[in-house]
T-cell receptor, first 110, second 115 residues
Framework: GQSLEQPSEVTAVEGAIVQINCTYQ??????LSWYQQHDGGAPTFLSY????GLEETGRFSSFLSRSDSYGYLLLQELQMKDSASYFC???????????FGQGTTLQVKP | NAGVTQTPKFQVLKTGQSMTLQCAQD?????MYWYRQDPGMGLRLIYY???????DKGEVPNGYNVSRLNKREFSLRLESAAPSQTSVYFC??????????????FGEGSRLTVL
């Protein structure tokens, strides 16, 4: 099956760095994705890791350790507009399912 | 480029009524998905279609049916709506190769209320 765990809430100040962790159990694990969702909106894709290591896209980076079934999303130089929910998701090559974690609400304070 | 289009955006139903949510994508993607999201919750997979002609159950399929009409379209039907199905429904599609394997493109969502 597939299951993911991530913290429910994180708070940080503007300009800081925050890390959102995700642990997963996924048979046929193929990759870990991250999505951002603002209130009332649709989720939007941030990053994807299929291999171990760090992927960097601007202020956002994502890390994966397949041996530890663990990944994280790193947000640098936080801005107020980064206040949103962040979801990790795993794709199983066995089933074709893409399953989401419960989400982490990030609140950025001035 | 429209991406993923869902209709309707809003719907109010009475318990026991039926309705179909429509979804279409114009990116030539093989895989399509239906999720529901309840307030303050994550997205739960209802049904998915890995390719044209195939559909499979997700995490919460009870009370729903789907049809993959062609490569572009994937509809979700509620045969007899219940208040527990009040939710926001998202359709998404996914490409096949490389980073596309993990990237879903979402529609804007359909907000359904069942009274």
């Amino acid at each position: 099956g597939q299951s993911l765990e991530q913290p429910s809430e994180v708070t940080a100040v503007e300009g800081a760095i925050v890390q959102i962790n995700c642990t997963y159990q996924t048979s046929g694990f193929y990759g870990l994705s991250w999505y951002q969702q603002h209130d009332g909106g649709a989720p939007t894709f941030l990053s994807y890791n299929a291999l171990d290591g760090l992927e960097e896209t601007g202020r956002f980076s994502s890390f994966l350790s397949r041996s530890d079934s663990y990944g994280y999303l790193l947000l640098q130089e936080l801005q107020m507009k980064d206040s949103a929910s962040y979801f990790c998701a795993t794709y199983s090559s066995n089933t074709g399912k893409l399953i989401f974690g419960q989400g982490t609400t990030l609140q950025v304070k001035p | 480029n429209a991406g993923v289009t869902q209709t309707p955006k809003f719907q109010v139903l009475k318990t026991g009524q039926s309705m179909t949510l429509q979804c279409a994508q114009d990116m030539n993607h093989n895989s399509m998905y239906w999720y529901r999201q309840d307030p303050g919750m994550g997205l739960r997979l209802i049904y998915y279609s890995a390719s044209e002609g195939t559909t499979d159950k997700g995490e919460v399929p009870n009370g729903y049916n789907v049809s993959r009409l062609n490569k572009r379209e994937f509809s979700l039907r509620l045969e007899s709506a219940a208040p527990s199905q009040t939710s926001v429904y998202f359709c998404a599609s996914r490409g096949r190769q490389g980073k596309g394997s993990g990237e879903l493109f979402f529609g804007e969502g359909s907000r359904l209320t069942v009274l």
